[in-house]
Every structure is written in C-alpha cells, then in structure tokens.
C-alpha cells in the first residue's frame, strides 16, 4: 500500500504557542488530503480536506482561522494549531487517497499534548 | 449526511476462535466501505475493503459481507490470534469523498 508519513509523532507545547504539523504522501502525490482528530476512545473527526491549489475546506464547527491547512505540494499538507490551548490535546492524524479510488492511507499521527 | 453505527463497542474472544463486527450506515449512496485496524499511538491501517459492487471480500483470515439492501456490512476476522488485539474501525464513503466512520470496536484475543 502507499505510505503516508507524519511529522512530528509527538509534540509538546506551551498555551498560546502554535504547533504545524506535516503530513506527506512518500510515494504517492496527493491532490487531496484529510485531517482529522482523534479523542481518547473515541472514532475519527473530520476536521478538514486540504485541496492542492486552493482553499482548504472545514468541517462545521472547525475554526479555521484556529487550525490552518496549507497543501504546498502535491506531497505536502500541513496543518498548523494556532494559540493552541489544552483542550486542543488530541491525537491528529491525516490521511491521502491513492489516485481515483477511494482507498485512503493514514499517517502515524501525531500526538499533541498543550500543558 | 452519512451515520455509521458499529457494534459491538467491545469484543473479547479465545485464541483460534472467530470475531465478527457488524456496522450499518443510512446513506444508500455509499459505495465504499473500508475497515481499518488501529493499533494503540498509531494511525489507522487499511485491512480490507468492499465496493457496493460487491457482496463479499476474503483475503486469509479477514474476510468483509456487504449487504446492499439492509446498508449493513460485518467483519470476518477467523483463527483469531493475539496480534489481532487493535481498535477497528468500519467506514463508509461515496466516491473519492471524506470517510465517515464507525465508533470503534475495540477487539481483545485471549492467549
């Protein structure tokens, strides 16, 4: 399967700090790619869908001047937590679909702790 | 939109013996329905998957039923083994859209 990579695995930061997040497709290019957030025991959300070449699109009720997405490649989306505040801990993951299918392969994700 | 329901939320069963997980979703426009195992600290993996083309898919011991008319599909996973132990998750999609998923069922094989 293709490969998605996450950086970094694990960051912790300061409230108020911004933290970005990396997500690259390794052997894949990726006009779209996802992010979504992850709760202790609970299922994925859908925050947003980063578009190649224009405005990423967000889920309702996702800040999106708060978690901004930039897909600078076609390899390359990141997403950045900005003054991030405790209650953004999460475990973000992303995620790229493979060509015309619907086939969608997850990075590791990264783990956010805000103290 | 598109709710998936998962069930059961956990599951625990022998070594050798089978697990079975069932999701059903509303939208009858999904067409693809994908399930992904997640081991603790990591991303979701892409174990199996079905297209509503299909009624099923076996690939070794995972195997994925899908019912078109009832807009159910279960999980199959026989000769259960320890390191099958992981959160999985079902989903469903229409095209190459945004994945809705499943709550999760968190499965436990008993040595």
């Known amino acids: 399967g293709a490969v998605v990579s996450q950086h970094p695995s694990r960051v912790i930061c300061k409230s108020g700090t911004s933290v970005k997040i990396e997500c690259r497709s390794l052997?894949?290019?990726?006009?779209?790619m996802f992010w979504y957030r992850q709760f202790p025991k609970q299922s994925l959300m859908l925050m947003a869908t980063?578009?190649?070449?224009?405005?990423?699109?967000?889920e309702q009720g996702v800040e999106k001047d708060k978690f901004l997405i930039n897909h600078a490649s076609l390899t390359l989306s990141t997403l950045t937590v900005t003054s991030a505040h405790p209650e953004d801990s999460s475990f973000y993951i992303c995620?790229?679909?493979?060509?015309?299918?619907?086939?969608?392969?997850f990075g590791p994700g990264t783990r956010l702790t805000v103290l | 939109g598109e709710n998936v329901e998962q069930h059961p939320s956990t599951l625990s069963v022998q070594e050798g013996d089978s697990a079975v997980i069932k999701c059903t979703y509303s939208?009858?426009?999904?067409?693809?329905f994908p399930w992904y195992k997640q081991e603790l600290g990591k991303g979701p993996q892409l174990i199996i998957d079905?297209?509503?083309?299909?009624g099923e898919k076996k690939d070794q011991r995972i195997a994925v039923t899908l019912n078109k008319t009832a807009k159910h599909f279960s999980l199959h996973i026989t000769e259960t083994q320890p390191e099958d132990s992981a959160v999985y998750f079902c989903?469903?999609?229409?095209?190459?859209?945004?994945?809705?998923f499943g709550t999760g069922t968190r499965l436990t094989v008993i040595p």
């Open positions: 079905i297209r509503s083309n299909v």
């Open positions: 989903a469903a999609s229409l095209g190459a859209n945004n994945l809705f």
């Open positions: 939208d009858s426009a999904s067409n693809y």
């Open positions: 995620s790229a679909p493979l060509g015309g299918r619907n086939e969608q392969f």
């Open positions: 052997d894949f290019q990726a006009t779209t």
């Open positions: 980063s578009n190649e070449g224009s405005k990423a699109t967000y």
